[in-house]
């Protein structure tokens, strides 16, 4: 049961720790814009989506890239796309195959993504709502199922 | 520098010139940032006795050193400026997204000087800014205005900007960023429609660097540790500040029917619980958080159908008390759409709502005309309230009296004593009664009628420990006056150093452990304060600057007090019945504590300890 970083944008608050914690531990700076994890806010709902790599089985960056700097691998329990820096000459193929905007080129000129932090993930930590977690997808599938259902169930209740 | 990013935006409106300055490192140090570095340069920059709408005035936009770090709720900045509501200092404080990108485009503070020959707005994107036109944005209100900026500038930009009530000079407009967050006291938003401005929106890619990040962060796992008070991170999470009501209700001081009362027969309809149970979107849990925020207490609401049909932020505690028991209101759906109309046409929701209180005790008693207003006016009616708000935010007939406050529209009509303000601004939603301690609070605030400088309240009836500075046990007794003027002082000098840090006061409550906030700013920016005893000094200074500031501007020992209800008035009925305020006997021993002369203003040897003697 291969372990991923998995996002329940029912709890998130928009507060975007993730991204601070993110972009500290991999620049050792505040600043959003390098972080690997993004929150998108639709603040009139109150709608917050977290959104980082989601370690494709098919990883199209890693097909496209010309230099072979991305390569596949595992850490503690989950799949990783990670970039070989020293390979890769910042021709930025990868921005393109990318079909969620997970991966990007930064000011040192090569690319970077979410590396899950060599297993045990920084935005993780930081989040104080759970929604950001680490663990199997199977796991993640389940708590997706049972929360359709409790909704589903406390409006039955309301019904009868 | 590290946490600074060193650098100030000058905004010349008369001469349309843009300059970036380097930070004075001195002052940055002795200041800070927020509250304290807005104050100086303010001080420094103009006269205090100047006309608050005059060409003049100035607006500091300032963040902290901790803006834009991964501290807790370090989302913060102040708005410092001269207010048209007191004529005294005013530092209205916010959070959201827009402080922090502020700093990510690589400025601690934006200086606005000048008069704008036509409406403008400022665009910034890291080192490129501009001033544009906003000929097409008067008039609109915040939601509008937001949307347009964004439209017009990049789709990640961060907006503040006045509404309707900025523009119209209403003396209780607030500065509004993020749509729903306001920097809502003392009228800042006047300010800034005096100067024919709207609006800036900025965008940041650049980080905030820290001057030893393995201690930094070691720090910010330790806040997260401390952040043990259950009702501040737990319940407020849940219901956010609105579940402060029934709270209040039960220790007899919430503010009912402009202060007659402090307890409201129903509290309950229109506390916290029946805020998550039917209008907020995400019900009981953390709904919204601003920058780096654990807690989360922001709602976001929605009134369906009906009259009061609406949807935006809101409403907190303060709000609740203002637009809800302070007007005898009891219709939860009126004080919601109250407080997204404040929003939408950017006014402080605790002014709105205490001048309308004021003019509902009025014309019960008699003393305001109905035909004056238009209307009947009894406590109670909530759709009278939400149209008062549209008027004042446009002048509109008697609006245009509400818009001045409830001092000045108490005192035209010869009743002075029903505006239940501290230098002419309008009480917070704690009655003074309830607590010698904030009574004394409000009556010194250089700021005028206010919890917030100076969360006196969570320690005299939450019993906040504050580690060295004030230990639960210590003269709690909510109704004695024995020790208050000590244990108000340290708070006032400790809360200027949370409001300069650039995190939220809420954070820094909940967290009781002072030394988290001192290694945080000291790990942040390299700075050293040598102690606590340093750091709360530093926090005396700025206080005793605004004092300053004050004085200057023509403010006396007479603006210290508090209206006659609360001096002799005593509630008959609650858990605060039989108690009045007993300022004579805590004012003089203050002024002393303060080290200050028997009319409040410092001593030279005081001066020259905080090194301002020369200024």
Redesign the interface.
């Known amino acids: 049961m291969p372990k991923a970083l998995s996002f329940n944008k029912d ?1 998130c ?5 993730c991204e ?2 993110c ?2 531990k991999h ?8 972080s690997n994890i993004h929150v998108s ?1 639709y ?4 709608s ?1 989506v977290p959104l980082a790599c989601i370690q494709c089985a098919v990883p199209l960056c890693k097909e496209v890239c010309p230099t072979g700097a991305l390569q596949k691998s595992e850490v503690n329990g989950a799949p990783v796309i990670n970039v070989i820096v020293e390979k890769c000459v910042g021709c930025k193929m990868c921005m393109l195959a990318c079909p969620f905007g997970c991966i990007t080129v930064s000011d040192t000129g090569r690319a970077h993504k979410c590396d899950l932090c060599g297993g045990d993930p920084e935005c993780v930590i ?1 989040c ?2 759970g929604a950001l977690s680490f663990q199997s997808t199977e796991e993640s599938a389940l708590q997706q199922k049972r929360s359709v259902v409790d909704k589903f169930h406390s409006h039955q209740e309301e019904c009868i | 520098m590290n946490g600074w990013t060193g650098k100030i935006l000058r905004v010349n409106l008369t001469h349309q010139k843009l300059t970036v300055e380097a930070l004075d490192e001195k002052i940055a140090e002795d200041y800070i940032g927020g509250r304290g570095l807005g104050l100086k340069y303010l001080y420094d920059e103009i006269d205090p006795s100047i006309e608050p709408l005059s060409e003049e005035n100035k607006i500091m936009f300032a963040t902290g050193p901790l803006t834009g770090t991964g501290a807790l709720a370090a989302s913060r900045y102040t708005v410092v400026t001269k207010s048209p509501l007191t004529g005294a200092i005013a530092n209205s404080n916010s959070g959201g997204y827009f402080p922090a990108e502020m700093k990510f485009a690589g400025y601690d503070m934006i200086i606005l000087e000048g008069k704008a020959k036509k409406p403008t707005y400022l665009w910034i994107e890291n080192d490129q800014f501009e001033l544009r036109s906003a000929e097409e944005l008067w008039g609109k209100d915040v939601n509008e205005t937001t949307e347009w900026v964004v439209e017009q500038t990049h789709p990640e930009a961060k907006v503040v900007c006045i509404g309707p009530a900025g523009e119209n000079l209403v003396k209780f407009a607030a500065i509004m960023n993020d749509k729903g967050r306001a920097a809502g006291r003392s009228g800042v938003g006047a300010v800034m429609g005096s100067k024919n401005f709207k609006a800036i929106a900025v965008r940041g890619t650049n980080g905030v660097s820290i001057a030893d990040p393995q201690g930094f962060m070691d720090n910010v796992a330790f806040a997260h540790e401390e952040l043990t008070d259950p009702y501040m991170s737990e319940t407020i999470a849940k219901y956010g500040t609105a579940d402060v009501v029934e709270f209040s209700n039960e220790v007899g001081l919430l503010p009912t029917r402009n202060h007659q009362q402090g307890t409201f027969e129903s509290a309950e309809k229109i506390g916290g619980m029946a805020l998550a149970k039917d209008y907020n979107l995400k019900g009981a849990s953390r709904t919204k958080a601003c920058f780096s925020c654990p807690t989360a207490c922001g709602r976001v609401t929605k009134v369906t159908e009906g009259k009061f049909k609406s949807s935006g932020e809101g409403p907190e505690y303060e709000t609740i008390g203002a637009l809800g028991s302070a007007c005898g209101n009891s219709n939860l759906e009126a004080v919601i759409k109250g407080n997204h109309v404040c929003n939408e046409m950017g006014m402080d929701t605790i002014s709105a709502g205490s001048s309308i209180a004021c003019a509902m005790e009025l014309f019960e008693k008699g003393l305001i005309p109905k035909e004056d207003i238009g209307f009947d006016l009894n406590f109670g009616n909530g759709e009278a309230m939400v149209d008062l708000l549209y008027m004042a935010a446009k002048r509109e007939g008697f609006g245009d009296k509400l818009a001045e406050g409830s001092f000045r529209l108490a005192t035209h009509y010869n009743a002075p004593e029903y505006s239940m303000s501290s230098k002419k601004q309008e009480f917070p939603s704690y009655d003074p009664r309830g607590g010698q301690g904030f009574a004394l609070a409000y009556a010194t605030s250089n700021r005028g009628g206010c919890h917030i400088r100076q969360e006196v309240h969570c320690v005299e009836f939450f019993g906040i420990n504050l580690l060295d500075i004030v230990e639960t046990g210590e003269n709690l007794d909510r109704f004695a006056t024995e020790g208050k003027p000590d244990v108000v002082k340290k708070i006032q000098d400790y809360y200027c150093m949370i409001d300069s840090s650039g995190i939220c006061n809420f954070i820094a409550i909940a967290t009781p452990n002072t030394h988290v906030l001192i290694k945080m700013i000291e790990t942040c920016t390299g700075i050293n304060f040598g102690g606590l005893d340093g750091f709360l000094k530093t926090g005396e200074r700025i206080f005793n600057l605004e004092k300053m500031f004050n004085l200057k501007a023509g403010l006396s020992v007479e603006d210290d007090t508090l209206p006659k209800r609360m001096l002799e008035e005593p509630f008959t009925e609650g858990p605060g019945k039989g108690h009045v305020v007993q300022l004579a006997k805590m004012l003089p021993e203050y002024y002393s504590v303060r080290g200050w002369s028997d009319i409040g203003i410092p001593d030279q040897n005081k001066l020259e300890e905080l090194g301002i003697a020369s200024i």
């Open positions: 709890v608050t928009g507060c975007r720790a601070v914690a972009s500290f620049f050792q700076e505040f600043n959003p814009v390098k806010i603040a009139e709902e109150a917050f930081s104080n709502t």
